[in-house]
């Protein structure tokens, strides 16, 4: 990838940006055509290729590894399908149905790599990943999971062992093929301490790899950069098969200046390269803010390519370095699976000319202040039922429109300020909105994006409190 960044013309788009958004949004179309525009990009979507999917080599086992990963973190739920749930099943369980049949199309058109975690789908994603694979042969797929002991209580060799038996009990299987110490990073050094090292966790894993249980070791990192730098520099101790890092087109060069605490993934990938570690990518859409661009750079995205939709720019930029083993995402719906299939059916590489327009999109991104959270949902569940991710989902999307009410006296003001506070309701109920957070604070170190969660539910809440009382001050 090139890198063409100047400095002085950063700088000066920094300061522009954020002005230049909400005109341009005016100027170039409202949500409600940025909606229709997607809808029509999957009415009109083609069946992706079979046979055609790009595949990469883990240096380690030799495994042909799909390209693209599926993310078993946000499986469809019964209120994502709309079917009737089944008996003993509310309407936010999992609908088991839907995972097979995504699976089962993933599979036919040449995904071999899943990733779960104890930890996604309120502790559910391993059991369906599990009831899903089950029904292929087991050299058809790649299964991935982790050690996720992020709380305390579960930091003892004897709950930590626990999670990790339970994982081939969910899983229905006798080896795991990649196996993650999870979150490295949050919580900095006691936390690596704590969860791994003291409780001789991975000297275990490492045996269990030399058994054969685990095919390959691996680890994901959020947060403290100084613990990434001490796995890395303990690789000839540990020999690391693989690594998991967040890697997207605004993270490579600018996630430092969307979180002060997050790390260039230029930097981290670099790393690894010098050690010949295969890095898989996560979060290639930045929780889907890539897919979801203010219009006006969806208008220069669709002047270049007016075939390809917006998240396929993100997912090829993802996909190009030759040292990415593979690509994972988070896919509900049929329709972005089969968008991101094309992408890597197979993977035409980001050009250099590409690549510097991503960067000059990246740059204009910078601008456009916005929370960064991705919807992982490491915060929830919420002792007291806030909806976290739901709050600041809706926030960044009605931000990145440029649509925020601003001040009285602007023209859309009163048509802003309606949609926004009525697409808070139609998006999370009424009691689960950020006025009912005590800042009791137990979210935070969950966040792997370190995000000040009470602090931003604390802006939000007086945000929408003034919304309602018709004042003119702002986020």
């Known amino acids: 990838m090139v890198n063409d960044k100047n400095l002085s013309r950063r700088s000066f788009l920094k300061t522009m940006a954020a002005g230049a958004v909400a005109a341009a949004a005016v100027v170039t179309g409202c949500k409600d055509k940025k909606t229709e525009q997607a809808k029509a990009e999957y009415r009109n979507q083609v069946e992706p290729p079979m046979g055609k999917m790009t595949y990469r080599t883990c240096t380690t086992t030799a495994d042909r590894v799909s390209l693209l990963g599926y993310g078993m973190m946000r499986l469809p739920t019964y209120n994502d399908t709309g079917a009737a749930p089944e008996d003993g099943e509310s309407s936010d369980s999992i609908d088991q149905s839907q995972v097979n049949r995504l699976v089962d199309y993933a599979i036919e058109h040449g995904v071999n790599y899943f990733d779960t975690s104890p930890a996604y789908c309120r502790g559910l994603s391993e059991r369906a990943t599990g009831i899903a694979l089950k029904r292929h042969q087991r050299g058809k ?3 991935a999971t982790k050690l996720s002991n992020f709380n305390q209580e579960t930091w003892s060799r004897e709950e930590s062992m626990k999670m990790y038996r339970n994982s081939f009990k969910e899983l229905q299987v006798d080896t795991i093929d990649y196996y993650l110490l999870h979150g490295i990073g949050m919580g900095g050094m006691e936390a690596l301490q704590g969860r791994y090292l003291d409780n001789g966790m991975l000297d275990f894993l490492i045996d269990e790899r030399k058994a054969g249980r685990i095919r390959n070791l691996g680890f994901s990192y959020h947060g403290e950069i100084e613990v990434f730098d001490y796995l890395l520099a303990h690789h000839d101790q540990y020999h690391w098969d693989f690594v998991q890092i967040e890697l997207n087109y605004l993270d490579w060069d600018w996630a430092d200046e969307i979180n002060p605490r997050n790390t260039d993934a230029r930097y981290l990938y670099a790393e690894l390269q010098k050690r ?9 859409l930045l929780g889907g803010r890539l897919a979801n ?25 993802a996909g190009t370095p030759e040292g990415v083993l593979t690509v994972l995402s988070g896919m509900t719906y049929m329709e972005h699976l089969k968008d991101n299939l094309i992408s890597y059916s197979p993977l035409v590489p980001v050009s250099e000319e590409e690549t510097a327009f991503l960067y000059h999109v990246a740059e204009e991104l910078v601008g456009v202040e916005t929370i960064p959270c991705n919807d992982c949902k490491y915060c929830m569940p919420c002792p007291y039922g806030v909806d976290i991710p739901g709050i600041f989902v809706h926030y960044n999307k009605v931000k990145n429109a440029g649509r925020l009410p601003r001040r009285l006296k602007d023209t859309n003001y009163e048509r802003y300020r309606r949609e926004y506070l009525i697409g808070q309701d139609r998006s999370v109920p009424r009691l ?11 979210c935070e170190p969950h966040c792997p994006q370190n995000i000040r969660i009470p602090r931003e539910l604390a802006k939000i809440d007086q945000f929408v409190e003034r919304l309602k009382q018709n004042k003119e001050e702002e986020l």
């Open 141 to 143: 797929f790649l299964v």
């Open 276 to 284: 010949g570690i295969p890095a898989v990518v996560m979060e290639p």
């Open 293 to 317: 661009v203010p219009q006006y750079l969806v208008n220069e995205m669709k002047q270049r390519a007016p075939e390809k939709s917006v998240a396929s720019w993100a997912f090829r930029y």
């Open 432 to 442: 689960r909105q950020a006025n009912h957070c005590i800042q009791c604070g137990q």
